[in-house]
């Protein structure tokens, strides 16, 4: 039952996975199936509850598999005899020969990566689930949904645990995905819920190289992935229940394929970052305020370019993930929050507080906030960050879309604690800093990029051949 | 003016090297750096216990925290409803209700409340907890700070080690008896041995150091303690101005205390007891001074003649609980509630422990009447209890009996002045009956030992508003209003709210 907790979300996500993105080669395929498996998964869950049936591990086998049987249909036997054929070449002669072509210098960036990465997963995996808050808020829900395979019941058993503590309603507050993962793991006989962490962030890592790769040099695209893995704050984070890595990817993964499709116009690309982005507030409420800046990327781009529906695709898929939420606490539950800083629902909050967002006092203290606080655990990349865009002016120029929602987020996470600061008065470091970890991957990964090495011709810059970018170019 | 080729490429190649160059040298000395250093405790443990419990995991990251999470799960039934500190410091985590709801679950929690433990009837066990963390004054320090009227205690082991010196009966006697008792019992063998018990313990040690004068050495560590009995056979015939005495040693305060059992005509036996020792690590003598007058009072209450009473056993009692200030930091308290017991307390020797247990248990069961002649049985067995003494004023408030209420309080302050409860129950029966100027000045006794506790705040807040005297009523109620998951809170929020209308109101300039 253990390896079905894993294995089942891992074929609905490649199921899905073939039917989104058929040309994805093997390694990202894999990597995107993981994170988009259990996403899928917990939305199943939340669904079968929506219609009256309890998540419990039948129901939601039966549910996973027949939608991985509808989808299969769809993609037909193609996806399956390419993976087979994949499958019976040998994978050891692969490697044998993947690590032939290796220069010295990559062979060390990757056994530094096997080395960090299974640090990582023996790490997390070890310890249980320790952190005050990922104990009190995520992993509690976590076991009142194993126990009670509903919602209302979650609710209706933490409000008469707690006797005369109106703190239920805190406790669902958050989006579900993380404790639905959790309550799987639970399910599904797993102790510890902790395994689902370390193989999202190799999922991560996998990804951010694939992604990576596409535009720049092997070495490079090396290099800066283990730059991102050892970024502490986000290695450390990633150890943890925390949600903020799990939004962490699903934000960046949205961006990196938000940015593909800019650069290619691959209509897949865009249904990837769209859902992504949704997922992203399925984890956590907080990707709203950075949406809208990407959308009005999308929408200039889309204008531009004279694919109308763009922005519209993207919108659909993004609020049909992540306003279900919302809804159902509204709706069923009769919630009437506030949402959490950075959700739509908070708009009309906002607005009204227009003219009140030219206090430069206000402005000086948000500023000395970030610098202080929030930037306290990465600094470097900030500073590295605005080091290399004016010193590689023209890749900037180049990845300019990129540098656009790499600003849009800053702007506007600067925008969010100015807001908080307005309405709230005072505002939690850990959580600013912790938010902010959203953000690291792309930042390294538009670094990564503008860094690249040129190879010049004839007084011109340009890329270095690729083989898998222009692959994929040409088979668009 | 365009730059030539060669400049560029020296430019880009430049760059290319100051950027990637400079983000190896970060990788290998900053993040490396900073991933090893927080990876490597993570390590240290997970090599040296690979196969460590879930439990054992905790522990390792949360500490006593955890520690008392598993013990008060392992130690209350999964139907429990549970009482716990408030959500301040120290009990950061050990009164964060999530954090409880997560470890003790199903079991269910209610909020600090000292009027509703016998009164709501649901809440059958409380916590103890010490705290963590740095508060700025460390009296804070120790929760639950009100009487509870436990049935059982269970609590983190700790060690009692007692030294016993000159362990003897008066020679106050003209008979030959009194010559060969009126001498130092250590020196003679056997050692005390574990007579009556009450008590889940392991004994440590036990044995007779030889030092300048003989000392019997006895260590235990107690789990559960109510009372535990050691003592040495003697037969000697109890007269008037007999007395018991013994040097003792021992390394908690208010942990141990001497005890004579006494035999009557009847073959009835009642042990009684002294007063336990004030200090820790230092020697102290303790005596049972007036036995005699003491057991034939005993006799006339129960009805048994006071001729040819007997002391058959000295010796001490090394596992008196200690109630509150809770010393034994961390556990569980079972509340008595009038249930059934699965065992019978003591029946064949009276002791005053047991009458303190059934006083308890009718007092449980509203039988006010019952209640009060267990204690009054348990006050005359030892009389320098002061919490049978707090009990019976207890006991003769619920008669509508202020005057008794006021003596056995008074008595149970004379004997331990360092218990703010004390101070604040009488402070508040002095309230109750209109004598404000008492109940100011014994509240802000209650405030030197022990500041903390909204009930004493609310309690000082509302004699000032009374008296008219705002600014100070204001400062009480701010303080009790900072006890998050607090009974008390609400009241200090809602006296808050009327004083700031108050103080505007007053504040209006006049038309």
Same mark, same amino acid.
């Given at each position: 039952?253990?390896?079905?907790?894993?294995?089942?979300?891992?074929?609905?996500?490649?199921?899905?996975?073939?039917?989104?993105?058929?040309?994805?080669?093997?390694?990202?395929?894999?990597?995107?199936?993981?994170?988009?498996?259990?996403?899928?998964?917990? $939305?199943?869950?939340?669904?079968?509850?929506?219609?009256?049936?309890?998540?419990?591990?039948?129901?939601?086998?039966?549910?996973?598999?027949?939608?991985?049987?509808?989808?299969?249909?769809?993609?037909?036997?193609?996806?399956?005899?390419?993976?087979?054929?994949?499958?019976?070449?040998?994978?050891?002669?692969?490697?044998?020969?993947? =690590?032939?072509?290796?220069?010295?210098?990559?062979?060390?960036?990757?056994?530094?990566?096997?080395?960090?990465?299974?640090?990582?997963?023996?790490?997390?995996?070890?310890?249980?689930?320790?952190?005050?808050?990922?104990?009190?808020?995520?992993?509690?829900?976590?076991?009142?949904?194993?126990?009670?395979?509903?919602?209302?019941?979650?609710?209706?058993?933490?409000?008469?645990?707690?006797?005369?503590?109106?703190?239920?309603?805190?406790?669902?507050?958050?989006?579900?995905?993380?404790?639905?993962?959790?309550?799987?793991?639970?399910?599904?006989?797993?102790?510890?819920?902790?395994?689902?962490?370390?193989?999202?962030?190799?999922?991560?890592?996998?990804?951010?190289?694939?992604?990576?790769?596409?535009?720049?040099?092997?070495?490079?695209?090396?290099?800066?992935?283990?730059?991102?893995?050892?970024?502490?704050?986000?290695?450390?984070?990633?150890?943890?229940?925390?949600?903020?890595?799990?939004?962490?990817?699903?934000?960046?993964?949205?961006?990196?394929?938000?940015?593909?499709?800019?650069?290619?116009?691959?209509?897949?690309?865009?249904?990837?970052?769209?859902?992504?982005?949704?997922?992203?507030?399925?984890? *956590?409420?907080?990707?709203?305020?950075?949406?809208?800046?990407?959308?009005?990327?999308?929408?200039?781009?889309?204008?531009?370019?004279?694919?109308?529906?763009?922005?519209?695709?993207?919108?659909?898929?993004?609020?049909?993930?992540? *306003?279900?939420?919302?809804?159902? $606490?509204?709706?069923?539950?009769?919630?009437?929050?506030?949402?959490?800083?950075?959700?739509?629902?908070?708009?009309?909050?906002?607005?009204? =507080?227009?003219?009140?967002?030219?206090?430069?006092?206000?402005?000086?203290?948000?500023?000395?906030?970030?610098?202080?606080?929030?930037?306290?655990?990465?600094?470097?990349?900030?500073?590295?960050?605005?080091?290399?865009?004016?010193?590689?002016?023209?890749?900037?120029?180049?990845?300019?879309?990129?540098?656009?929602?790499?600003?849009?987020?800053?702007?506007?996470?600067?925008?969010?604690?100015?807001?908080?600061?307005?309405?709230?008065?005072?505002?939690?470091?850990?959580?600013?800093?912790?938010?902010?970890?959203?953000?690291?991957?792309?930042?390294?990964?538009?670094?990564?990029?503008?860094?690249?090495?040129?190879?010049?011709?004839?007084?011109?810059?340009?890329?270095?051949?690729?083989?898998?970018?222009?692959?994929?170019?040409?088979?668009? | 003016?365009?730059?030539?080729?060669?400049?560029?490429?020296?430019?880009?190649?430049?760059?290319?090297?100051?950027?990637?160059?400079?983000?190896?040298?970060?990788?290998?000395?900053?993040?490396?750096?900073?991933?090893?250093?927080?990876?490597?405790?993570?390590?240290?443990?997970?090599?040296?216990?690979?196969?460590?419990?879930?439990?054992?995991?905790?522990?390792?990251?949360?500490?006593?925290?955890?520690?008392?999470?598993?013990?008060?799960?392992?130690?209350?039934?999964?139907?429990?409803?549970?009482?716990?500190?408030?959500?301040?410091?120290?009990?950061?985590?050990?009164?964060?209700?999530?954090?409880?709801?997560?470890?003790?679950?199903?079991?269910?929690?209610?909020?600090?409340?000292?009027?509703?433990?016998?009164?709501?009837?649901?809440?059958?066990?409380?916590?103890?907890?010490?705290?963590?963390?740095?508060?700025?004054?460390?009296?804070?320090?120790?929760?639950?700070?009100?009487?509870?009227?436990?049935?059982?205690?269970?609590?983190?082991?700790?060690?009692? /080690?007692?030294?016993?010196?000159?362990?003897?009966?008066?020679?106050?006697?003209?008979?030959?008896?009194?010559?060969?008792?009126?001498?130092?019992?250590?020196?003679?063998?056997?050692?005390?041995?574990?007579?009556?018990?009450?008590?889940?313990?392991?004994?440590?040690?036990?044995?007779?150091?030889?030092?300048?004068?003989?000392?019997?050495?006895?260590?235990?560590?107690?789990?559960?303690?109510?009372?535990?009995?050691?003592?040495?056979?003697?037969?000697?015939?109890?007269?008037?101005?007999?007395?018991?005495?013994?040097?003792?040693?021992?390394?908690?305060?208010?942990?141990?205390?001497?005890?004579?059992?006494?035999?009557?005509?009847?073959?009835?036996?009642?042990?009684?007891?002294?007063?336990?020792?004030?200090?820790?690590?230092?020697?102290?003598?303790?005596?049972?001074?007036?036995?005699?007058?003491?057991?034939?009072?005993?006799?006339?209450?129960?009805?048994?003649?006071?001729?040819?009473? /007997?002391?058959?056993?000295?010796?001490?009692?090394?596992?008196?609980?200690?109630?509150?200030?809770?010393?034994?930091?961390?556990?569980?308290?079972?509340?008595?509630?009038?249930?059934?017991?699965?065992?019978?307390?003591?029946?064949?020797?009276?002791?005053?422990?047991?009458?303190?247990?059934?006083?308890?248990?009718?007092?449980?069961?509203?039988?006010?009447?019952?209640?009060?002649?267990?204690?009054?049985?348990?006050?005359?067995?030892?009389?320098?209890?002061?919490?049978?003494?707090?009990?019976?004023?207890?006991?003769?408030?619920?008669?509508?009996?202020?005057?008794?209420?006021?003596?056995?309080?008074?008595?149970?302050?004379?004997?331990?002045?360092?218990?703010?409860?004390?101070?604040?129950?009488?402070?508040?029966?002095?309230?109750?009956?209109?004598?404000?100027?008492?109940?100011?000045?014994?509240?802000?006794?209650?405030?030197?030992?022990?500041?903390?506790?909204?009930?004493?705040?609310?309690?000082?807040?509302?004699?000032?508003?009374?008296?008219?005297?705002?600014?100070?009523?204001?400062?009480?109620?701010?303080?009790?209003?900072?006890?998050?998951?607090?009974?008390?809170?609400?009241?200090?929020?809602?006296?808050?709210?009327?004083?700031?209308?108050?103080?505007?109101?007053?504040?209006?300039? /006049?038309?």
């Amino acid at each position: 039952m253990l390896i079905v907790g894993l294995l089942l979300p891992v074929v609905l996500g490649l199921t899905l996975c073939w039917l989104i993105i058929p040309d994805a080669a093997i390694p990202e395929c894999f990597a995107l199936a993981y994170s988009l498996g259990f996403g899928f998964l917990t $939305l199943a869950m939340f669904f079968l509850n929506i219609l009256g049936f309890k998540f419990s591990l039948v129901n939601t086998t039966i549910l996973v598999s027949a939608i991985i049987g509808v989808l299969l249909l769809f993609t037909g036997k193609r996806n399956w005899l390419r993976l087979r054929s994949a499958m019976k070449v040998n994978p050891f002669t692969r490697i044998k020969q993947f =690590m032939g072509s290796l220069s010295a210098f990559e062979k060390i960036l990757i056994g530094l990566l096997i080395f960090f990465l299974l640090s990582h997963l023996v790490i997390a995996v070890y310890w249980p689930v320790f952190w005050s808050d990922s104990l009190t808020s995520y992993d509690l829900r976590a076991k009142l949904f194993f126990e009670t395979q509903s919602f209302p019941g979650a609710l209706a058993k933490i409000l008469d645990r707690i006797v005369n503590v109106g703190y239920g309603f805190a406790i669902l507050q958050d989006s579900p995905m993380t404790s639905l993962v959790h309550t799987w793991l639970y399910l599904c006989g797993w102790a510890s819920p902790k395994v689902f962490y370390p193989l999202l962030f190799i999922s991560l890592v996998a990804l951010f190289y694939h992604l990576l790769r596409d535009y720049v040099p092997r070495y490079h695209a090396l290099l800066f992935t283990l730059v991102l893995v050892t970024t502490p704050y986000i290695y450390m984070y990633s150890t943890n229940s925390y949600p903020h890595f799990a939004f962490a990817l699903y934000f960046s993964v949205g961006t990196f394929y938000l940015y593909g499709w800019i650069r290619r116009q691959k209509r897949s690309f865009l249904l990837l970052a769209g859902i992504f982005l949704g997922l992203s507030a399925w984890v *956590r409420q907080a990707s709203g305020i950075f949406f809208m800046g990407y959308l009005v990327i999308v929408l200039y781009v889309g204008v531009s370019r004279r694919r109308f529906f763009a922005p519209l695709i993207f919108s659909v898929l993004y609020f049909s993930i992540a *306003r279900w939420w919302g809804i159902y $606490l509204q709706r069923f539950l009769h919630f009437h929050s506030m949402g959490t800083l950075g959700s739509i629902s908070q708009l009309p909050v906002f607005l009204p =507080m227009i003219t009140r967002f030219f206090n430069f006092a206000l402005w000086n203290e948000v500023l000395a906030f970030f610098w202080k606080y929030v930037l306290l655990c990465c600094r470097p990349i900030f500073y590295l960050l605005i080091l290399s865009t004016p010193l590689h002016i023209e890749r900037v120029w180049k990845h300019r879309f990129l540098f656009l929602m790499v600003l849009s987020n800053l702007i506007l996470f600067l925008l969010g604690i100015y807001i908080t600061i307005l309405i709230k008065e005072d505002l939690h470091q850990a959580s600013a800093r912790r938010l902010f970890l959203t953000f690291l991957p792309v930042i390294w990964y538009f670094i990564a990029l503008i860094t690249a090495q040129l190879q010049f011709s004839n007084g011109k810059s340009s890329l270095v051949g690729n083989s898998s970018s222009s692959k994929r170019q040409k088979g668009q | 003016m365009q730059l030539p080729d060669s400049f560029k490429r020296l430019f880009v190649h430049i760059r290319f090297l100051v950027i990637v160059g400079g983000v190896l040298l970060w990788i290998a000395t900053s993040q490396v750096v900073e991933i090893v250093k927080w990876s490597l405790p993570s390590w240290e443990t997970i090599l040296r216990n690979p196969s460590a419990s879930y439990d054992q995991r905790m522990i390792f990251q949360l500490g006593t925290d955890h520690r008392l999470m598993a013990f008060v799960r392992d130690n209350t039934p999964s139907d429990a409803l549970i009482m716990y500190p408030p959500w301040v410091t120290p009990w950061i985590n050990q009164g964060n209700s999530l954090l409880l709801a997560y470890f003790l679950y199903p079991r269910r929690l209610h909020w600090e409340d000292p009027k509703e433990i016998e009164t709501n009837k649901a809440i059958t066990h409380i916590l103890v907890a010490w705290g963590r963390g740095t508060p700025t004054d460390r009296r804070m320090y120790g929760w639950p700070k009100f009487p509870v009227i436990a049935r059982e205690f269970v609590h983190f082991p700790t060690e009692r /080690e007692v030294f016993l010196a000159d362990l003897s009966v008066g020679a106050f006697l003209s008979d030959a008896s009194s010559k060969t008792l009126g001498r130092n019992l250590i020196l003679s063998l056997p050692l005390l041995e574990n007579y009556l018990s009450d008590s889940k313990k392991k004994t440590n040690d036990h044995r007779i150091l030889d030092f300048d004068s003989p000392l019997e050495y006895l260590s235990l560590t107690y789990t559960r303690n109510n009372y535990d009995y050691w003592t040495k056979a003697v037969n000697v015939p109890l007269r008037d101005r007999v007395s018991i005495r013994a040097r003792m040693k021992a390394n908690i305060r208010h942990s141990v205390n001497l005890i004579a059992e006494v035999r009557y005509t009847n073959d009835r036996l009642a042990v009684f007891e002294s007063l336990s020792n004030r200090t820790h690590n230092s020697w102290e003598t303790l005596s049972i001074n007036d036995l005699y007058q003491k057991a034939k009072r005993y006799g006339l209450a129960k009805g048994w003649s006071s001729e040819g009473m /007997e002391i058959i056993r000295i010796g001490i009692n090394p596992g008196l609980p200690l109630e509150m200030p809770y010393l034994e930091r961390y556990g569980v308290i079972e509340l008595e509630r009038g249930q059934e017991r699965e065992r019978e307390l003591e029946a064949r020797v009276d002791c005053a422990p047991t009458f303190l247990a059934r006083g308890h248990f009718y007092r449980a069961k509203n039988e006010i009447k019952e209640a009060i002649a267990n204690y009054q049985l348990a006050e005359m067995l030892n009389p320098e209890d002061a919490w049978v003494h707090f009990n019976l004023g207890e006991m003769y408030w619920r008669q509508g009996n202020p005057v008794r209420t006021i003596e056995e309080y008074q008595e149970a302050i004379e004997l331990e002045p360092n218990i703010a409860w004390f101070h604040f129950a009488l402070g508040d029966v002095y309230r109750e009956e209109n004598q404000a100027d008492l109940a100011l000045e014994k509240f802000k006794r209650a405030a030197e030992i022990d500041p903390s506790g909204t009930w004493l705040q609310n309690a000082l807040g509302d004699l000032y508003w009374e008296r008219e005297m705002y600014e100070q009523a204001y400062q009480h109620f701010k303080t009790a209003s900072s006890y998050k998951r607090s009974g008390g809170r609400r009241h200090a929020i809602r006296r808050l709210e009327e004083l700031q209308k108050k103080l505007d109101f007053l504040n209006q300039p /006049e038309e």
